[in-house]
């Protein structure tokens, strides 16, 4: 009942196959009902998902270094065990407008590196993992938090997963990593360099088609200024609770609760202490060719003193060809969130797209999810099982002319608020995504944005992104 098993780069690319739905991104896969040979797992979006102790059998022992990855600890009981792992991924850059030129800055051309190292321990139900990163951006003039972090704790913490009547109860306590569903509101930040963790106590009861979830998070701050300074505050907290079940067959439903507290909230009409409640329903699934993903959020609460109503919602459906050559697929994705109507009623309208992953409409993340209206008709095909290549174009508008565009994560373009039109402008987006092996994959991603009359009048200019990357993952 877990985040799908895409590969990563799908994953990042926000491609909505569906092949396997899921749900919170925690734990292992259901299980089949047919009982499947032993195999070497998968590598993960997360890596403490990973299970090496199949390599307790020596036949599958294929790979170099992978003494490293299972080093038995009992001779009695092959789940007890300490795996090492890591990955490095580079991506280079290049974007001609970074903020539409609206911002100080001029074209930009540099690499982003990310390098992570893990230790996992496990014996019984006890699982202890722990997980260093290393980020660096080299040539970027204006660098954002979540651009560098030289040297931080990024995972550490302890999981206990135990039998509990005819479910099971699993209870993760320290700092950690974890997305909901497609991850529009709740990611892990893959997108930019330095992804989200949280000091957190998550708690999940699993039984039958059931699963429950409480979890009380702080999330982590990063900053670069000396080696392991992340940190988290109790100024800025998100906590709640959230249901998940299979219905219809393998189909998902899911809905929580979540309230989300910032001491130093800051908006176009409001500044203040934050206290906003989440409620989030999604259904997703697959029948025949035919997938979807369906979410929709209000947000109720207060900033200051202004009351907060605000929504939003997303939708990715599609339509696959799998007898045809090329196995194309229809896709079509449609993106709303409010903004602020009233400066002078009271009530703040802008949606807080909460913890994006910056990637969910493209990676060049242009435009944020806020007081926006998106969409984008797409159509992917696969030349092969390790290439995937997407086209799309996509329209987008405001959702009123009295709030501003927006860029990511949530910034107001200058000089857009309160004037010009809805319509905010166009994009066309290529995307391919090739797997080398099981360790290996690449992607180039390229994005031109032709911007509207109310962008162009506040002094911003149409838009050129292209990216390059390459990820190794062991």
């Known amino acids: 009942m877990t985040v799908r098993a895409l590969p990563w780069l799908l994953s990042a690319a926000g491609l909505a ?32 998902q990973e ?34 792992g890591g990955s490095v991924r580079e991506r280079f850059e290049t974007n001609d407008a970074p903020g539409f030129h609206t911002i100080p800055g001029r074209a930009d051309s540099y690499v982003i590196s990310r390098l992570e190292a893990h230790a996992d321990l496990r014996s019984g139900p006890v699982q202890v993992f722990v997980q260093f990163q290393s980020d660096f951006a080299p040539g970027k003039r204006i660098k954002a938090p979540v651009d560098s972090d030289r040297l931080d704790l990024e995972q550490g913490f302890v ?10 109860l699993k209870l993760r306590l320290g700092r950690q990593q974890f997305a909901f569903d497609i991850q529009r509101f709740v990611s892990v930040r893959d997108g930019p360099n330095v992804r989200q963790s949280f000091d957190a106590a998550w708690a999940d009861y699993e039984i039958g088609p059931w699963r429950l979830i409480g979890y009380y998070t702080q999330p982590v701050v990063n900053r670069d200024d000396h080696p392991f300074d992340d940190t988290s505050s109790g100024g800025n907290r998100f906590y709640g609770v959230r249901v998940e079940r299979h ?11 979540s309230r989300f507290t ?47 109503h605000a929504w939003g919602m997303g939708s990715k459906a599609g339509y696959s060809f799998f007898a045809t050559p090329l196995k194309p697929r229809l896709g079509i994705q449609i993106d709303a969130a409010s903004g602020d109507r009233h400066r002078e009623d009271g009530t703040l309208g802008t949606f807080n797209p909460l913890f994006p992953n910056g990637i969910y409409l493209n990676l ?22 390790r ?27 200058p000089r857009t608020s309160g004037t010009g039109r809805h319509w905010t402008g ?7 995504d090739w797997k080398a092996n099981a360790n290996i994959a690449a992607a180039i991603e390229a994005v031109h944005y032709d911007v509207g009359s109310t962008l162009r009048s506040a002094g911003a200019s149409n838009s050129n992104y292209l990216g390059v990357e390459l990820k190794c993952s062991w």
Not at 364 to 384: D, F, I, Q, R, W
Not at 426 to 432: H, M, P, S, V
Request: without cysteine.
């Open 17 to 48: 196959g569906l092949s396997a739905p899921a749900m919170a991104e925690d734990g292992e896969p259901p299980a089949s009902p047919v009982e499947a040979p032993p195999a070497r797992p998968a590598i993960m979006m997360n890596r403490w």
């Open 51 to 84: 299970d090496w102790s199949v390599l307790a059998d020596p036949a599958l022992r294929t790979q170099p270094f992978d003494g490293l990855k299972y080093i038995p600890l009992s001779a009695a009981d092959p789940k007890t065990f300490l795996s090492f």
């Open 159 to 168: 999981a206990l997963t135990e039998p509990v009547g005819s479910g099971t």
């Open 247 to 257: 219905v219809l067959g393998n189909n998902e439903l899911s809905a929580y609760w």
């Open 262 to 308: 910032n001491d130093r909230a800051s908006f176009l009409v409001a500044t203040g202490h934050e206290r906003r409640d989440v409620w989030d329903v999604r259904f997703a699934g697959k029948t025949g060719r035919l997938d979807w993903d369906t979410e929709a959020m209000a947000q109720t609460g207060h900033v200051g003193p202004q009351r907060v």
């Open 364 to 385: 060049a993340g242009y435009t944020g999810y806020a007081n926006v209206l998106h969409v984008k008709p797409s159509v992917t095909v696969s030349p092969s099982s």
């Open 387 to 413: 290439l995937t290549l997407l086209g799309a174009v996509a329209a987008q508008w405001r959702v009123t002319t009295q709030d501003a565009v927006y860029t990511q994560p949530n910034v107001p373009v």
């Open 426 to 432: 166009a994009y066309g987006q290529f995307r391919a």
